[in-house]
């Protein structure tokens, strides 16, 4: 067993057991986890989830005629349940009744792997069932997440976040107002941006991954790798810094589930929160603290970053959903501004680790981890033990992270350029000298 296959068998153990701990979480809140939601949507409607995006990932490992075939037995069995569910009257959750069938399909080609595949089909085939199942699996264990972090953290640490705001200008409010200043088209937009990013990052994913079939093997890094990381790494840091946003803590919240209750005052959009000495405060058990960093804004990044080098057309696709997200997340009072500061240097980092780990660790990518991580670390204290005189002082703080965010992807563009092959220039050939007659 060579050292590859090792590291693969101890990164399932771990993935395995960090499900199995997720589980018994989940089980302690009285809550199903990620697994049983899994197993659920073998047979019952499953929950909203990236199931048909999962499987797409994982179609890149198949031949044309194959995909064919494996989208007509999705659709196939998702008819099926439709049709049943309908003759006996069942209840369908949020009105989402299909997904069935591409779970179906994903686990039958995992069976098929096993019993019908040999030497590195076998291989190639799993890792494309693996591929798929990591993506719906990895939404579920990030629902099971912010489950976790509203139950463990009943105060937030929002005042702190709102006032280190101060030192960006409060552009939650500003851009909240400009979005609702636009009337119903521009927040319906936004929301479907917002709320699809997963599907921006499956055709970027696909694109990467288009010669898969050809080649008969993956290539060492693309986007699902560091999409996942920051799904996995981030909602660690929401147990650190808990902070629900602006709208649930300065508003109604926007589905209600926080409300003026728990509010501090209703201010957003309309009225920037006084500066004034910040302190931790009560939240309800529902809303998850999940701002710092955003998240969105990570995977938004991450998105842009991996488009670079794809065709025009997903290149400006890559600049609209970044720029459409970031939006997004500051104009429905999502996230603070130094939320998507955080987010950015966050995203970066891990990108540049996660190419480290493909390429293998030399002094530049390990200054650039090193540089971004530094620099998330003193975001994040910054906010919790400088927000007044950040806020007091907004002509040198404001400068002060925007510089060092830009510190970041400076030095994230100036590594992956030394990492970049460079064309040698073709040697041209000596002038011979001409015969003498």
């Not at 997440?145 to 409060?170: C, E, F, M």
């Not at 508003?251 to 201010?267: C, F, M, Q």
């Not at 907004?394 to 460079?422: C, D, I």
Request: with cysteine; aromatic share 10%.
């Amino acid at each position: 067993m060579n050292s590859r296959t090792v590291l693969w068998a101890a990164a399932g153990v771990a993935a395995l057991g960090f499900l199995i701990a997720l589980e018994i979480a989940a089980r302690c809140y009285g809550q199903p986890g990620p697994l049983t939601d899994e197993v659920k949507g073998v047979v019952f409607a499953p929950k909203p989830g990236p199931l048909y995006g999962g499987m797409a990932l994982m179609m890149v490992v198949l031949t044309w005629r194959q995909r064919f075939i494996a989208a007509g037995v999705a659709i196939g069995v998702d008819v099926v349940f439709v049709l049943v569910r309908w003759a006996v009257d069942a209840k369908v959750d949020d009105g989402h009744s299909f997904g069935n069938g591409a779970l179906w399909v994903m686990l039958g080609c995992a069976v098929i792997a096993l019993t019908r595949r040999t030497g590195a089909e076998r291989t190639l085939l799993l890792k494309g069932v693996g591929l798929g199942l990591l993506l719906v699996t990895g939404r579920k264990a990030g629902d099971t997440w912010l489950l976790i972090t509203s139950k463990a953290r009943p105060s937030v640490l929002d005042q702190y976040v709102a006032t280190a705001d101060h030192a960006l200008g409060n552009p939650s409010w500003l851009v909240g107002r400009i979005v609702e200043a636009t009337g119903p088209l521009g927040p319906r937009l936004l929301h479907v941006v917002y709320a699809q990013l997963a599907v921006a990052a499956v055709v970027v994913a696909l694109y990467q991954l288009r010669g898969v079939a050809v080649e008969r093997r993956f290539p060492g890094h693309h986007l699902v790798r560091t999409f996942l990381v920051i799904g996995l790494l981030g909602p660690g840091i929401y147990m650190i810094f808990p902070v629900v946003g602006p709208v649930f803590a300065y508003g109604p919240g926007a589905s209600g589930t926080g409300g003026l209750h728990w509010a501090v005052a209703d201010l957003w959009p309309h009225t920037p929160p006084a500066i004034s000495p910040p302190h931790p405060m009560p939240y309800d058990g529902i809303t998850p603290r999940n701002c710092m960093p955003s998240l969105h804004t990570a995977w938004a990044t991450a998105i842009f970053i991996h488009s670079r080098k794809g065709p025009r057309t997903l290149r400006c696709a890559g600049t609209f959903w970044l720029i459409a997200t970031l939006t997004a997340t500051l104009g429905f009072g999502y996230h603070y501004g130094v939320d998507l500061v955080a987010g950015v240097v966050f995203a970066l980092t891990i990108e540049a680790a996660m190419r480290s780990l493909d390429r293998g660790w030399d002094r530049s990518g390990t200054q650039m981890v090193l540089h971004g991580t530094a620099v998330f670390a003193a975001l994040l204290v910054s906010y919790r033990f400088l927000p007044v005189q950040m806020a007091l002082h907004p002509w040198l703080f404001g400068p002060l992270l925007l510089l060092a965010m830009t510190s970041v992807a400076y030095g994230y563009l100036r590594t992956t350029r030394l990492w970049e092959p460079t064309a040698a220039p073709t040697r041209q050939p000596e002038p011979q000298p001409e015969p003498v007659c």
